[in-house]
């Protein structure tokens, strides 16, 4: 008995080490049977995309590319269009929020009708 062989394999007959080097055989030819289907890029038992380091390597490459960062209009469009929003609405409320002061200085408005006077109370 070698120092090698693992406990499983000490009770082992002649026949049952026969079979699991059959299994073993067979497992090997059909795992390589598998990847020469698996990479095979013509070969579409499965409809779909292949895997193939060359497409990837070549996808990777137009991803990171500069044709795909460059600008455009549409990129200042969201930016411009929050800009634009914000200023109108900056301006109006800024604009009554002038008028409201003024009508409170000229006495147009009572102090009980002011909002921020019923806060405080």
């Given at each position: 008995?070698?120092?090698?062989?693992?406990?499983?394999e000490?009770?082992?007959?002649?026949?049952?080490?026969?079979?699991?080097?059959?299994?073993?055989?067979?497992?090997?030819?059909?795992?390589?049977?598998?990847?020469?289907r698996?990479?095979?890029?013509?070969y579409q038992?499965?409809?779909?995309?292949?895997?193939d380091?060359?497409?990837?390597?070549?996808?990777?490459?137009?991803?990171?590319s500069?044709?795909y960062?460059?600008?455009?209009?549409?990129i200042?469009?969201?930016?411009?269009?929050?800009l634009?929003?914000?200023?109108?609405?900056?301006?109006?409320?800024?604009?009554?929020?002038?008028q409201?002061?003024n009508?409170?200085?000229?006495?147009?408005?009572?102090?009980a009708?002011?909002?921020?006077?019923?806060?405080?109370?």
């Amino acid at each position: 008995m070698s120092a090698k062989s693992i406990p499983s394999e000490w009770d082992l007959t002649s026949d049952e080490i026969k079979l699991i080097q059959k299994r073993a055989q067979l497992r090997a030819t059909t795992k390589a049977e598998f990847l020469k289907r698996y990479r095979n890029p013509f070969y579409q038992s499965v409809p779909g995309h292949f895997v193939d380091p060359q497409n990837i390597r070549l996808y990777a490459y137009q991803q990171n590319s500069y044709r795909y960062l460059y600008s455009s209009p549409r990129i200042l469009l969201a930016p411009a269009l929050f800009l634009l929003v914000g200023g109108f609405l900056q301006y109006f409320t800024q604009k009554k929020r002038i008028q409201y002061n003024n009508d409170c200085n000229a006495g147009k408005i009572p102090y009980a009708n002011r909002p921020d006077f019923n806060s405080y109370l």
